[in-house]
């Protein structure tokens, strides 16, 4: 089925202002006050499993990794269940040992990625649990699947994926809140993470207010050759995330980083030409992220910062401040992302490439 640009250039950028209305989707009828908790119905899991769960894995390629990187923050955090963050293409051929009690989540948009479903496989063969977190209904993993969770974003048209992956992160912070409520987090607990969750779209509808000034930042950084991300707890995934977002639609070189890490290598690439990103909302590693910020800077690289709305100090050590709205901590990778998901978008243009269908990729990657 022909779905329509709606008069936006290209699919990417009308999915990217898509996000307010998928979030809604994802948390639709999921969302219980008055027990402060999530609600899913196709689990497919005895309380009495629900409860025994030890261990999860999150399994993923690409994008959908990334958001089981956010997964394993949330999950732990929130429900303090261990978390395991396999690549499905590894997963596939290790012979990793899994206690029972496992649960494992196939994260994946299209449902069809052939790593993903071949590592959901091997796993329910061992005899494990295996969940699907998808978007597309049908789709292969989610029918391989014991149960699972849709995405309900709509259509993703565009190679890279944008909607389906903010709501991933929304999807594993439900169920992070509803593991959590079956475990030890408190009805007041629960309350207050079901109230950070429903800031989310009105919050992204905000960041998307940046787009004219991204596009500014874009023009003044669009010939860079490398570029770095960086970001700490829930923003590393954001980082790595930027990086691959901008790799694959304007074949510009970017490495995503615990922004910590950096001196630990990456800072050697610093220099007058390399730009830095930095992922650096309030927050209780914002000191540290800063100190990070100001040894790029002391080396002479150029910073662009995405920093909290009314930041004080912020301007005085970026080179370029794009400003999100100030939000808790577990909705903060949904919206730090989108004005990553914009630089990428513009740099793509401003270079003449190909936004919806970039050179060598595939929407879905059917073989190995
Ligand atoms: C995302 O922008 C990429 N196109 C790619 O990494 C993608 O996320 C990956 O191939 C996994 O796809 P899936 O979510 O459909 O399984």
Redesign the pocket.
């Known amino acids: 089925e022909e779905v329509s640009l709606q008069g936006y250039e290209h699919y990417m950028l009308k999915e990217i202002y898509e996000q307010p209305e998928s979030l809604k989707n994802a948390m639709r009828g999921r969302l219980d006050e008055e027990n402060a908790t999530a609600v899913f119905g196709g689990l497919n899991l005895t309380p009495q499993q629900l409860r025994s769960v030890e261990r999860i894995i999150l399994t ?7 958001s089981a990187l956010v997964g394993e923050y949330l999950i732990e955090e929130l429900a303090r269940i261990p978390v395991c963050v396999e690549y ?1 293409s590894e997963l596939r051929y290790r012979n990793p040992p899994i206690e029972n009690n496992t649960l494992v989540f196939g ?7 052939a790593d ?1 479903l071949a590592a959901l496989r091997e796993t329910k063969r061992k005899g494990h649990r295996t969940l699907a977190l998808c ?2 209904v049908g789709s292969s ?1 989610a029918q391989a699947a014991d149960g699972g969770v849709y995405l309900h974003a709509g259509p993703e048209i565009g ?4 909607k ?2 903010t709501s991933q992160c929304c999807v594993l912070a439900m169920l992070a809140l509803y593991f959590g409520r079956i475990r030890h987090l408190s009805f007041e607990a629960g309350r207050n993470i079901i109230r950070d969750l429903q800031q989310a779209p009105g919050a992204v509808q905000e960041a998307l207010n940046c787009n004219e000034h991204v596009k500014t930042v874009a023009e003044k950084y669009k010939d860079a050759t490398n570029i770095l991300y960086l970001g700490r707890q829930y923003n590393f995934p954001t980082a790595l995330e930027g990086a ?2 901008l790799k ?1 639609i304007s074949y510009v070189h970017a490495e995503g980083y615990p922004a910590a890490e950096m001196k630990h290598g990456p800072i050697a690439l610093v220099d007058e030409k390399t730009p830095s990103v930095f992922i650096i909302p309030q927050g209780t590693t914002y000191d540290k992220v800063m100190a990070n910020m100001e040894e790029v800077k002391a080396r002479g690289g150029p910073i662009i910062a995405v920093a909290s709305k009314n930041d004080p100090h912020i301007e005085a050590v970026a080179d370029d401040v794009i400003h999100i709205p100030d939000v808790p901590a577990i909705i903060q990778p949904i919206v730090s992302v989108v004005p990553l998901q914009l630089l990428s978008y513009h740099i793509a243009l401003l270079r003449g490439c190909d936004v919806d269908k970039p050179r060598n ?5 059917t073989v190995e």
């Open positions: 993923g390629c690409g994008t959908s990794w990334h499905a994260i994946t948009q299209s449902g069809e990625t993903t978007n597309v993993i190679v890279a994926s944008t389906a992956y691959l977002k694959e990729l595939a929407k879905s990657v």
